[in-house]
C-alpha cells in the first residue's frame, strides 16, 4: 500500500499517483522530523545526565529515541567533553563531548535508506535542523535538572554556557553542581573561580521551578553512578553474595528520581 509502481495508466491516473507520491513525501519528511527532534532529545538528555554511551554506532540507537547495546558504558565524573568510555575508542569518536555528533551522523545514515522513498531535499532540510535542536533540548533539559524556570531563550542560553564553563574551572562535579545548585540555590561550599563567579550572578536570576521544594536536596548527597561504584557493588556480589550494596543503590536512585519529579 505504501508503494507504486506505475507501468500503466492515463495521463489523469499519472497525475492522480504524482500527487499520491507527493503526499507520501510530506509523510515522509514529518516521519523523519518526529525521529530527529526525539534524538535531539535524547543526545541531550545523556549530556545533562554526564551519560556516556561509548559505542554509538547507527545500529544502536532507535527511532523512538531509545538506545541500547552498553558495553562500555559510564557516567562522567566532571565536565570533559573528551572523556570515553570505550576503552577502545582511542580517537574519542564517541567522546562524551562528540555524542550529539555521533548521533547526527546515524540520522544521517537513515535518511540515506530513505533516499528510496522519499526525496532528498526534506530529508536534507530535516538534518539541518538537528543542531539546533540539539542545543534547544540542552537547555530544556540542564533548565529541568537545575530545577529552575525559563527566562527566555538568551537568558537560558547564557546560564548553561556559564554553567558548563563553571563545572569544568571550578572542576566540580556533574552530579554534584547539579545537586547543590537545585532550585537556583547559591551554596557556601568554596566553590570559588571568575568563570563560577559569573555562573551564580547569572542563576541568581533565576526563580526555582517549585514554590515547595523537596527536602531531598538538603537531607541527601549527590546522586551518581560512576563506574569504581558499580565494580564495587559488583564485587560485593561476585565475592561475598552480598546483595545489600546493591539494594541500597537502587533506594538510593529512586529517592533521586522522586526528588526530581517533585
Same mark, same amino acid.
Request: hydrophobic letters at 45%; proline letters at 5%.
Given at each position: 500500500?505504501?508503494?507504486?509502481?506505475?507501468? #500503466?495508466?492515463?495521463?489523469?491516473?499519472?497525475?492522480?499517483? @504524482?500527487?499520491?507520491?507527493?503526499?507520501?513525501?510530506?509523510?515522509?519528511?514529518? &516521519?523523519?522530523?518526529?525521529?530527529?527532534? @526525539?534524538?535531539?532529545?535524547?543526545?541531550?538528555? /545523556?549530556?545533562?545526565?554526564?551519560?556516556?554511551?561509548?559505542?554509538?554506532?547507527?545500529?544502536?540507537?532507535?527511532? #523512538?529515541?531509545?538506545?541500547?547495546?552498553?558495553?562500555?558504558?559510564?557516567?562522567? *565524573?566532571?565536565?570533559? *567533553?573528551?572523556? #570515553?568510555?570505550?576503552?577502545?575508542?582511542?580517537?574519542?569518536?564517541?567522546?562524551?563531548?562528540?555524542?550529539a555528533e555521533a548521533?547526527?551522523?546515524?540520522? $544521517?545514515?537513515?535518511?540515506?535508506?530513505?533516499?528510496?522513498?522519499?526525496?532528498?531535499?526534506?530529508?536534507? &532540510?530535516?538534518?539541518? +535542523?538537528? %543542531?539546533?535542536?540539539?542545543?534547544?533540548?540542552?537547555?530544556?533539559?540542564?533548565?529541568?535538572?537545575?530545577g529552575v524556570v525559563?527566562?527566555?531563550?538568551?537568558?537560558?542560553?547564557?546560564?548553561?554556557?556559564?554553567?558548563?564553563?563553571?563545572?569544568?574551572?571550578?572542576?566540580?562535579?556533574?552530579?554534584?553542581? /547539579?545537586?547543590?545548585?537545585?532550585?537556583?540555590?547559591?551554596?557556601? +561550599?568554596?566553590? &570559588?573561580?571568575?568563570?563560577?563567579?559569573? /555562573?551564580t550572578e547569572i542563576?541568581?536570576?533565576?526563580?526555582?521551578?517549585?514554590? #515547595?521544594?523537596?527536602?531531598?536536596?538538603?537531607?541527601?548527597? %549527590?546522586?551518581?553512578?560512576?563506574?569504581?561504584?558499580? &565494580?564495587?557493588?559488583?564485587?560485593?556480589?561476585?565475592?561475598?553474595?552480598?546483595?545489600?550494596?546493591?539494594? +541500597?543503590?537502587?533506594?538510593?536512585? @529512586?529517592?533521586?528520581? $522522586?526528588?526530581? @519529579?517533585?
Amino acid at each position: 500500500g505504501e508503494f507504486w509502481i506505475g507501468l #500503466t495508466g492515463t495521463g489523469g491516473e499519472a497525475e492522480g499517483k @504524482r500527487d499520491q507520491s507527493a503526499e507520501r513525501g510530506k509523510a515522509r519528511k514529518a &516521519e523523519h522530523a518526529g525521529i530527529r527532534e @526525539r534524538i535531539a532529545q535524547q543526545a541531550a538528555s /545523556f549530556m545533562v545526565a554526564g551519560f556516556v554511551h561509548g559505542v554509538l554506532n547507527s545500529d544502536n540507537i532507535n527511532v #523512538t529515541g531509545e538506545s541500547f547495546d552498553y558495553g562500555p558504558w559510564r557516567f562522567n *565524573p566532571n565536565w570533559d *567533553p573528551r572523556f #570515553t568510555a570505550a576503552y577502545f575508542d582511542h580517537q574519542g569518536l564517541y567522546a562524551f563531548g562528540r555524542q550529539a555528533e555521533a548521533m547526527h551522523w546515524n540520522l $544521517a545514515q537513515l535518511a540515506i535508506s530513505l533516499r528510496l522513498i522519499s526525496e532528498a531535499p526534506p530529508l536534507v &532540510e530535516a538534518l539541518e +535542523r538537528f %543542531p539546533a535542536l540539539f542545543q534547544a533540548a540542552i537547555v530544556e533539559r540542564f533548565l529541568w535538572r537545575l530545577g529552575v524556570v525559563s527566562k527566555g531563550i538568551e537568558m537560558d542560553r547564557a546560564l548553561v554556557e556559564a554553567g558548563e564553563r563553571a563545572m569544568i574551572d571550578a572542576a566540580i562535579p556533574i552530579a554534584d553542581f /547539579f545537586h547543590h545548585h537545585r532550585g537556583g540555590i547559591l551554596p557556601d +561550599r568554596g566553590y &570559588e573561580g571568575e568563570r563560577y563567579s559569573a /555562573f551564580t550572578e547569572i542563576l541568581s536570576q533565576f526563580e526555582p521551578a517549585t514554590s #515547595t521544594p523537596s527536602t531531598y536536596w538538603a537531607e541527601h548527597a %549527590p546522586c551518581s553512578m560512576l563506574i569504581e561504584e558499580v &565494580e564495587a557493588i559488583w564485587q560485593a556480589i561476585a565475592s561475598d553474595d552480598d546483595w545489600a550494596p546493591l539494594s +541500597r543503590k537502587i533506594e538510593a536512585v @529512586r529517592a533521586f528520581g $522522586a526528588a526530581l @519529579r517533585h
